[in-house]
């Protein structure tokens, strides 16, 4: 591709605009759970904390890191998934007893990525490179979650006047499950609605729809 040809944002638009709508969503979040979070503690006649203090809080850290593990988890079983299982009709779906473009053995050329030329280890390593990026992605943020919570409880133990816990015991509180699980299920439905959905409905332009007048028995894109 001729870079010159092309602005950087018309190469690069869709990662610009997602990354400005996260980072927009995510200081409307802070400040709009930084207010919640202080009119909670004046409800408890506890003095409130500044917006800087509270960046460092469980129920910040905890709320943030709960829908980041639900999205990496789902793209990680995404990614892993679509290799074996099919969805007939599906423009999200590999095609039914064929073989694609990206089961095929990687070839060292001129234009590969490094890892590819190198071969050996490192290019088995980066042949599973996605599905091992989203994995840890979704381990950290799913710890991050786990230990805002627990964080936050202790925060409500202490002001209810009641004993903190330890990590070990609020893993068996089931508010921290209800959090977990209430976020994966949501996941697991988009994905199923975007595999089934693209059988029958389409958008004109999107890659992830067929093209308009595909019949509806054609799988994959």
């Known amino acids: ?15 610009i605009v997602f990354m400005l ?12 759970g930084w207010k919640e979070h202080n009119q909670d503690l004046a409800d408890e006649h506890v003095r409130e904390i500044g917006f800087s203090a509270y960046l460092t809080t469980g129920h910040f850290i905890s709320s943030t890191f709960e829908n ?39 070839k060292a050329s001129k234009m590969a990525p490094s890892p590819v030329k190198k071969g050996g280890w490192i290019l088995k390593l980066y042949s599973q490179s996605l599905s091992i990026c989203f994995t840890i ?21 202490v002001i209810r006047h009641k004993p903190s816990e330890t990590l070990l015991q609020y893993l068996g509180e089931p508010g921290f499950w209800f959090e977990t699980f ?31 007048d595909a019949p509806h028995f054609q799988t994959g894109k």
């Open 1 to 15: 591709m001729d870079k010159k040809r092309y602005s950087y944002f018309y190469r690069n638009g869709l990662t």
């Open 137 to 157: 992605l979704f381990l950290v943020s799913w710890a991050l979650h786990m230990l805002g919570s627990w964080k936050e409880f202790n925060v409500q133990q």
């Open 68 to 106: 980041f593990q639900s999205e990496f988890l789902q793209m990680a079983l995404y990614v892993v998934l679509t290799i074996h299982l099919r969805q007939a009709g599906s423009a999200e779906s590999k095609k039914l007893g064929e073989q694609e473009e990206v089961d095929r053995k990687p």
């Open 182 to 212: 209430q976020n994966w299920q949501s996941e697991f439905m988009s994905v199923a609605a975007i595999v089934f959905l693209s059988i029958y409905l389409r958008q004109q332009g999107s890659p992830e729809s067929k093209p308009v």
């Open 21 to 32: 709508l996260f980072i927009i969503t995510l200081a409307a979040q802070a400040f709009t």
